[in-house]
């Protein structure tokens, strides 16, 4: 399948977004995008974007200097003197530079009739977009998600990197309603998948059964006739999917391990360096291995698994794309580091789902098992409830050695204790610096080590030190 090149010129930026022309050509053409002067190269057209604490907008000049190709900005007059210094650059303004370019990813993605793959859920996005574009790329020139730009600005930005690109996998996450009902219209996929429907953004939505409703909004931009690919071990994903069974306006697809499902892994085989599993298609049989440990990853080439045959892929590409996967920075990276100590940096971000499946991976391995939990964020009422639960999940994995880390962190320790954890074994500390100092004093040979916690706690400095 073949995409076709699509570039923009400034008059369909004009028309598109409904901005003023102060300069340049109409006939123009703009093919690259950016949103950071530090980085924007020649060529780039420079969207000045309006956030909350600044107006991106009023570095045009500095934009312009770097020899961008024009500007798209708001809320800024521009002299006299300006225009007529860079009368050849293309200079619009508009009301919402967000709004606009939304508009243009949304006019991008109008003139492409390539697969479009739309990934959401409350974990496993990012390495299960990973891994389906791992997959498609053996047959497809693919375009995806970078990190997790999945937001309202992340995700207009991919899609305004379509170039000659025959496939897209994109990531979409939200704290609110309607955040995922825009970045579906603006996608119009061809294909949905929802990983599964956990408690990240609990304390915003009030409840899972809200995270579901605002997690299937992403079908509202996919095409008539479609198909979404539900994870069928999820408890409300499986209700969900079971109800559908006579939809007529799209089609529903399950991958699982414990219930029935379309795509099933059976024999699986876990180990600290990945998995093999035997799964049945077209009534034939397989093995797949997936490179990376954890169950999560079965569930994720499950789903790669799916979306392949979904497109027609011959398994041995598809058992190769696996193979080839390779994960996103500070998720689950798995590695051996000084006096030969594993060290698991999924220190990206932190959810109660995310929490249960690296401590069960850090469970199952030999030798001293030590976890540096964080804070997990965004949980309002819900988060001394949840911080309980890791807590369990600590005692339950037999996890030898806790450190827990920050204001919420707190509860992950106490729950330990009171399960019976020893409490010379529980640390309880303010600050990431002290755990770096505790680390320094108890690590030794051999040692297994689990860094996680929402982003903004900057594990990261953890991972980076210890290194």
Not at 66 to 91: C, F, H, M, N, W
Not at 137 to 158: A, M
Not at 383 to 400: A, C, F, M, P, R
Request: proline fraction near 2%; aromatic fraction near 6%; charge should be negative.
């Amino acid at each position: 399948m073949e995409g076709n090149q699509k570039d923009c010129t400034v008059e369909q930026i004009v028309k598109v977004t409904g901005g003023v022309l102060l300069s340049g050509e109409k006939e123009a053409v703009i093919k690259t995008f950016s949103k950071d002067t530090r980085t924007i190269e020649e060529g780039d057209f420079y969207l000045g974007i309006k956030g909350e604490k600044f107006n991106g907008s009023q570095f045009y000049e500095e934009a312009l200097k770097r020899k961008a190709s024009g500007v798209l900005v708001q809320d800024v007059d521009i002299p006299e003197e300006i225009l007529k210094t860079y009368k050849g650059k293309a200079i619009i303004k508009v009301k919402d530079v967000v709004k606009a370019m939304q508009q243009l990813a949304s006019y991008k993605r109008s003139l492409y009739n390539i697969p479009v793959v739309a990934i959401t859920g409350s974990v496993g996005k990012t390495s299960t977009k990973d891994i389906v574009a791992s997959v498609l790329e053996e047959e497809f020139d693919v375009l995806k998600t970078e990190g997790n730009l999945n937001n309202h600005i992340g995700l207009p930005l991919t899609i305004l990197k379509l170039d000659h690109h025959e496939a897209m996998v994109i990531e979409m996450g939200m704290n609110n309603f309607g955040e995922i009902r825009t970045l579906t219209n603006i996608a119009k996929p061809t294909l949905c998948i929802i990983t599964n429907i956990g408690t990240a953004h609990i304390g915003n939505l009030g409840s899972r059964e809200n995270i579901l409703k605002a997690k299937l909004e992403i079908l509202e931009g996919m095409e008539k006739g479609g198909t979404v690919l539900v994870n069928n071990d999820n408890d409300l994903l499986h209700k969900w999917a079971e109800e559908q069974k006579n939809a007529t306006n799209f089609s529903v697809v399950t991958y699982g391990i414990e219930n029935p499902s379309d795509y099933m892994a059976k024999a699986i085989d876990t180990k600290e360096e990945g998995s093999t599993y035997e799964i049945t298609i077209h009534n034939k049989k397989y093995t797949i291995t997936v490179p990376v440990p954890g169950m999560h990853f079965v569930y994720n080439s499950l789903c790669s698994i799916a979306v392949g045959d979904y497109y027609q892929m011959e398994m041995a590409k598809i058992q190769q794309g696996i193979q080839n996967f390779k994960l996103t920075k500070n998720r689950m990276e798995i590695e051996k580091i000084r006096d030969n100590i594993t060290l698991i940096n999924d220190a990206y971000n932190a959810n109660l789902d995310s929490m249960q499946s690296a401590l069960q991976y850090l469970g199952s391995l030999k030798n001293r098992k030590i976890a540096v939990l964080g804070d997990m964020l965004e949980l309002g009422e819900y988060g001394v409830e949840l911080h309980k639960k890791v807590g369990e999940e600590v005692v339950k994995n037999k996890i030898d050695i806790l450190l827990a880390v920050g204001s919420l962190a707190k509860y992950i320790a106490e729950e330990a204790i009171a399960l019976g954890m020893p409490k010379e074994n529980v640390k309880y500390l303010a600050t990431k610096e002290e755990a770096i100092k505790m680390l320094n004093t108890i690590l030794t040979e051999k040692d297994n080590v689990l860094i996680k916690a929402s982003n903004s706690m900057k594990f990261y400095q953890i991972v980076d030190y210890i290194k």
